[in-house]
């Protein structure tokens, strides 16, 4: 890959530029879906290209193919691209400096999943499915296994060259009782697909699918009979996975920096968190500490290098419950005078770099999560995200959740069905009084995170432990 | 682009190399490029050049299917090969699906040619308006060609190339104003009267009130009404949905539950909409009457949903490995009214220009949706557009909204969604608001 870069690089150098890079990535991934008892999908899919981003006169174009040998036309076009831009635009793109890195990274694992015998992986999905099945009531299963490898190389103009390799595997199981027009699920280890994270098999042997299969068809089955949540103002513990979806939602897309100046304002919207609003506004409350880590060692959002060739880091954006930090780009630090943090992901060879998450994640607090719960008085528990939604400032959030429990005492009660919360961002993260320890604390996989246009698909992680929040409005349907 | 009889003549090699009883081979290509703007900048301007060759294999009860992008042809023999493997190691389950060869309706043949000076200079023209108003101007404009060959073990051979072109534009001060549509090119949409809505949307929502949530009539203008109708479509209008018990045709087919002028329909051959004469399994498209009267009627199929039901396939199948099959060329037939005449009609209630971040899955089987109001809400007091509100959130099933239509507009327009919507503007009574915002 190294060598057609250069090749790349050359010719692309040779027509001018104020800066140009070229990727080329070859991504690999298995999808194995069984379904009622059915094989419903089992599928290898690799996609191999190069992506040229030229800066023009202070202006990007970008252009993108499958075709390798024809790269000469696609370098011509992201040129006559970035002059097409430079034409209108009366700003210039400038580039916060950077170092010049030749360096190698791979992510870790023990097992590599591609090499594990299909009928293994099949065996597992079809035992976890006939469990579920097995529970009286259900009506549909699903059992899903993901996999994922991303190779990938940088060049740039000012004489980076960077190799990648990444390696991802990820599971999950739910169970459906539908009863008429009522509809219940549950999910292991969460919904949508499961939990992903940078590793291999031994992390889906880790998962346990067949140990929970029972457990959550049978819980599925006990919410048809459940009543519906109440509407009520009260205290709300959210278990790890919904926690990082709102991690993902009221934190994760408001601080990327790209947003807050506008660039996406006319798709996904932008941001509360306006530049005047850095290192003076009181985000959470001064138990709430947030990190972009990309540089944890299993997060679906870590990485040696992003794809400007910025190396991988860890920064507050939240500390002690004040907003203080944004996800950056070159060109968005450039404007603040700063580096970039390192954020710039592409999905792909097809696509430009964005700002995207990386692990954003809350740091964990003092309390053990028995704690968290016997301390309760009264309250909800809710678990494992249903629906989601939030306004294009990223302020009114509404999130549905599979399963309530009601706290009475310090103790966990009876189940509601059809949960749902709602808030104002900083609000809710104010009303945060306490986060359960490090024992509880691990990094959920979000593989499909959306952004952009024509739409990306980022792999991002969030590292949680439960926390608890007063004062929220929750209901059923 | 490769055109048909290449396209044609490299998966029949493909095709006759792979040894199984069931078998299907496609190549999808596909050319686009995007313009985007923000704060009167072009800041991300691409092009993108895609190809997916995707191989489909079925024996006895067992089936795979392998998706590549590198045409090295020993890279192909080896995933062939392969598939051998990926089968033996299955149990029995389901055998793939395969259809039979249809005749393919002729269809307008014309592509677009993607230009990225065309697509600067439209953005110097919305910017230029928006400067005059000291707004700043936002935006994307795409232009999107794909071809796509088929070819199966039951004598499949299909081919069909399509354009259409996107636009969207935004102005920004102390309020927001957007619209956007579809068109067979850039040409073909009027961006002078689509700029001019955006521009005076963002005008007129100035200093926002703030209402409180509740029951309230609303108009939904057509991006509203194309959201709504995607969430129908997605949780709804699949036969897998239907076959899983979790769409709403599960409680209501044949049953006149909403009002006669109800009419929603399907229909890939349609020149109002983009054509595209076949589905992703190579089949002709057939119009489906989804809501015919105000009756429910039935779901949209592909082979394998079809089989199931003893049915043929209604030419709905989406790109392989898939949730099942899909509308993807919706229209919502348009009433007699102009919006103009609806608002003048409406004594008091709410008029929304689009939706943000709308999902069902609080309760898909109603299509019980939440999500946010933008970029120009309006409220409406005897006939007229009193002032501009502060969005809000609904909860609201988008099944009962359907029910509580009163009006539809006679304009339509084509938005997108998970494929192309013709949509109008629509009234509906007793649109449920739960939540509101700062701004």
């Known amino acids: 890959m190294l060598e057609i870069g250069r090749e790349i690089l050359n010719y692309a150098s040779r027509l001018g530029g104020d800066y140009v890079d070229v990727r080329i990535v070859r991504r690999k991934q298995e999808e ?80 590599d999943p591609f090499s594990v015998p299909f009928e293994k992986k099949l065996d597992l999905l079809f035992t976890a499915d006939k469990i ?123 601080t990327e920096l790209d947003r807050v100046l506008g660039m996406e304002a006319s798709f996904a919207g932008t941001s509360f968190l306006t530049i005047d609003k850095r290192n003076n506004f009181q985000y959470g409350s001064e138990i ?130 059809n949960p749902y919360y709602t808030g104002i961002t900083y609000e809710f993260w104010r009303s945060c009084d306490a986060i359960a320890d490090e024992k509880s604390w691990r990094v959920w996989g979000v593989p499909n995170c959306g952004k952009g246009e024509p739409m990306q698909v980022a792999r991002v992680g969030h590292g949680v432990a439960p926390a608890r929040f007063k004062k929220v409005k929750v209901g059923g349907k | 682009m490769w055109g048909e009889d290449k396209i044609l003549s490299f998966l029949k090699n493909i095709l006759d190399k792979i040894p199984f009883e069931r078998k299907e081979v496609s190549l999808a290509i596909n050319n686009q490029e995007l313009t985007r703007f923000a704060n009167n900048i072009i800041h991300q301007n691409v092009a993108e050049e895609n190809l997916s060759l995707t191989i489909r294999a079925g024996e006895g009860k067992r089936k795979i299917i392998i998706n590549t992008s590198d045409l090295d042809i020993e890279k192909i023999d080896k995933l062939i090969k392969d598939l051998d493997e990926l089968l033996k190691a299955q149990p029995e389950t389901e055998e793939l699906y395969l259809p039979e ?120 203008e057509p991006l509203a009404v194309g959201e709504l109708l995607e969430m129908l479509s997605y949780f709804g209008f699949s036969a897998k949905a239907v076959q899983e018990k979790r769409s709403f045709l599960n409680l209501y087919m044949g049953q006149k539950i909403f009002k006669d002028f109800i009419n929603i329909f399907d229909d890939g051959l349609n020149p109002e909409g983009i054509v595209i004469p076949i589905d992703f399994e190579g089949v002709p498209k057939k119009r489906v009457d989804l809501i015919k009267n105000g009756i429910p009627m039935g779901p949209v199929y592909d082979t394998a949903t079809a089989v199931k039901e003893e049915k043929k396939s209604t030419g709905h199948a989406l790109p392989p490995p898939s949730w099942g099959p899909a509308p993807l060329n919706l229209f919502f037939a348009p009433g007699e009214k102009s919006l103009e005449e609806i608002i003048s009609e409406t004594e008091r209630g709410i008029l929304v220009t689009r939706f943000h971040y709308v999902n069902a899955f609080l309760d898909p089987i109603r299509v019980l949706a939440t999500g946010m109001t933008r970029d120009g809400t309006f409220l409406i007091e005897n006939g007229k557009i009193k002032k501009p509100l502060k969005n809000l959130r609904f909860t609201q099933s988008f099944v009962e909204a359907l029910t509580n239509v009163v009006e539809i507009s006679k304009e339509a327009i084509l938005v997108p969604s998970m494929g192309f919507s013709k949509v109008p503007a629509i009234k509906v009574e007793n649109f449920n608001f739960t939540g509101k915002t700062e701004f």
């Not at chain 1, 252009?63 to 034409?87: G, M, P």
């Not at chain 2, 014309?110 to 230009?115: C, W």
């Not at chain 2, 957007?178 to 040409?187: A, M, R, V």
Request: hydrophobic share 35%; aromatic share 10%.
């Open chain 2, 101 to 220: 060869p249809e005749p393919i309706p002729s269809h307008e043949k014309k592509l677009i040619n993607p230009s990225p000076e065309l697509r600067a200079n439209l953005v110097k023209i919305f910017t230029e308006k928006g400067e005059k108003h000291n707004l700043e101007t936002f935006g994307a404009l795409s232009e999107n060609i794909s071809e796509f060959g088929i070819m199966n073990s039951k004598g499949v051979k299909a081919y069909t190339v399509y354009s259409y072109a996107h636009g969207k534009v935004m102005y920004m001060g102390d309020g927001s104003g957007y619209q956007e549509e579809i068109g067979k090119n850039l040409n073909n949409i009027n961006f002078e009267e689509l700029s001019e809505r955006a521009l005076q949307k963002c005008i007129d929502s100035k200093n926002p009130e703030e209402i409180d949530p509740g029951s309230y009539t609303v108009i939904l």
């Open chain 1, 32 to 111: 194995i879906e069984v379904k009622n008892g059915v094989l419903e999908n089992a599928s290898k899919n690799e996609t191999y290209g190069f992506g040229v981003r030229v800066l023009y006169n202070g202006a990007w174009g970008f252009a993108s193919s499958f075709n390798l040998s024809d790269y000469r036309k696609i370098v011509e076009k992201a040129f006559q691209i970035a002059k097409a831009s430079a034409s209108v635009n009366k700003k210039k793109v400038v580039l916060a400096p950077e170092e010049v890195y030749k360096a190698k990274w791979e992510s870790q694992y023990k097992i």
């Open chain 1, 132 to 254: 579920m099945r097995e529970v009286k009531g259900i009506s549909l299963t699903e059992a899903s296994l993901s996999f994922f490898k991303e190779d990938k190389v940088f060049l740039s103009s000012e004489g980076s060259e960077i190799e990648q390799s990444i390696l991802e595997s990820g599971g999950g199981i739910t169970a459906y009782a539908i009863e008429g027009a009522d509809v219940q699920r549950r999910s292991y280890p969460n919904s949508f697909g499961g939990d992903f994270r940078k590793g291999g098999w031994e992390f889906i042997e880790e998962l346990d699918l067949i140990g929970n299969a029972e457990r959550i068809a049978k819980e599925a089955v006990l919410l048809l009979s459940a009543e519906p949540l109440p509407e009520m103002v009260t205290t709300l513990i959210l278990d790890g996975t919904q926690l990082a979806l709102q991690v993902h939602e009221s934190c994760g897309h408001p």
């Open chain 1, 288 to 417: 709430v500490n947030i990190v972009a880590d990309a540089t944890h060692l299993y997060g679906l959002g870590s990485f040696g290098f992003d794809d400007e060739g910025v190396p991988a880091q860890k920064n507050y954006l939240v500390k002690n419950g004040l907003f203080v930090g944004y996800l950056t780009s070159r060109e968005t630090a450039a404007l603040f005078g700063e580096k970039s943090n390192g954020t710039m992901r592409a999905d792909g060879w097809n696509r430009i770099p964005l700002i995207r998450m990386t692990n954003i994640n809350l740091l964990p607090g003092d309390m053990p999560y028995e704690d968290l719960i016997a301390s309760t008085d009264e309250g909800v528990y809710m678990a494992v995200n249903r629906n989601w939604s939030i306004d294009d400032k990223r302020l009114n959030f509404h999130f549905g959740c599979e399963i309530a429990y009601e706290i009475k005492d310090g103790k966990l009660g009876k189940i509601y069905k």
